[in-house]
Structure formats: structure tokens, C-alpha cells
């Protein structure tokens, strides 16, 4: 993926989540070291907010809705309380008036746990609110998977060429 080919192939995104997951394996390892520190109801109520304001509404309003179809503010509530950036604001702010606490860490565990375990990231208006394959996705991956072949006969080809 780069800026001009912005999808991942299945490969790209493993590695994506791999990285997630590095990540989230140190969030439940510092939350494993201070499990006596942690405020317990601060921490399920952290995990939580993120789900009861940006998702639960959407995945309501999908399943009620005849064609699926729902507002964009179903997308926005979802991407903005499943952003790291807002994540970080709010555990500064949260540091800043009730002071830093290990609490803090249901905050990248629940993120971090969305992209790596589930593979969740944000939600582009043009997709179903709940994950299923784009039509046009699919054909794209059909295409780019015959070019990928075509580009490696050519290799070969051009490789028995150079070496006869």
C-alpha cells in the first residue's frame, strides 16, 4: 500500500496486523504487571465508551435497516471513537483532570484488539457498516490477482530469454 494504491493484499494486511498485535501484547502485558493498580470500573467503563457510542448505534441501525443502508454519522460516531488520536486525547485529558492511571490502558487494548484480533480499522461510507465483501472489492482482487500471475510469466519469460 502505498499513497497512490491505498488497499492491502492479504499479505500487507497479516503484516498490518501483526504490528497491531505487537502492540497490543505490550498494552495486556503492562496491564498484567499493575493488575492490583487498576480502578476496574474506570477500565470497563473506557473499554466500553468506545463500543457504546461508535458502534452498538450502527450495528443497530444496519440490522433494522431493509437495504442495510444507514447515515454517515453511523460511519463518523464509529471512526472517531475508534481512533487512536481521539484514544489519546481523551486518556490526556483523563490524565490531565483525574490523573494518570493504569485504567487508561482499556483505552489501546480495545483499539489495538479491534485491528489486531478482529482486523477492524475505520469505516469508508461506500462499504456496509458491518464487514462484507464489496462487490467491486471482489472483482478488483480477481483482476489484481491475474496481473500478479501475468507480471510473473513475464518475469519468467524474460529471464529464460537473458539465460538461453
Known amino acids: 500500500m502505498d499513497a497512490k494504491n491505498r488497499f ?9 496486523r501483526m504490528e497491531w498485535l ?12 499493575h493488575l492490583s493498580e487498576i480502578r476496574w470500573a474506570v477500565f470497563v467503563a473506557l473499554f466500553a465508551v468506545i463500543d457504546v457510542i461508535g458502534y452498538i448505534p450502527g450495528a443497530i441501525a444496519h440490522r433494522r435497516s431493509p437495504g442495510r443502508r444507514i447515515a454517515r454519522g453511523y460511519y463518523v460516531a ?3 471513537m475508534h481512533s487512536l488520536v481521539t484514544a489519546g486525547v481523551l486518556a490526556g485529558a483523563w490524565a490531565l483532570f483525574a490523573g494518570p492511571e493504569w485504567a487508561l490502558l482499556a483505552l489501546p487494548i480495545h483499539l489495538l484488539g479491534d485491528r489486531a484480533l478482529f482486523g477492524n480499522s475505520f469505516k469508508p461510507f461506500g462499504v456496509a457498516f458491518e464487514p462484507e465483501t464489496h462487490p467491486a472489492y471482489r472483482t478488483f482482487e480477481r483482476q489484481y490477482r491475474a496481473a500478479g500471475a501475468e507480471v510473473s510469466r513475464d518475469r519468467e519469460e524474460t529471464a529464460h530469454a537473458v539465460g538461453a
Not at 492491502?8 to 498490518?16: G, I, K, M, P, V
Open 8 to 16: 492491502e493484499t492479504r499479505t500487507t494486511f497479516a503484516f498490518a
Open 78 to 80: 464509529y471512526n472517531v
Open 22 to 33: 505487537a502492540l497490543l501484547v505490550v498494552s495486556l502485558v503492562l496491564a498484567f504487571q
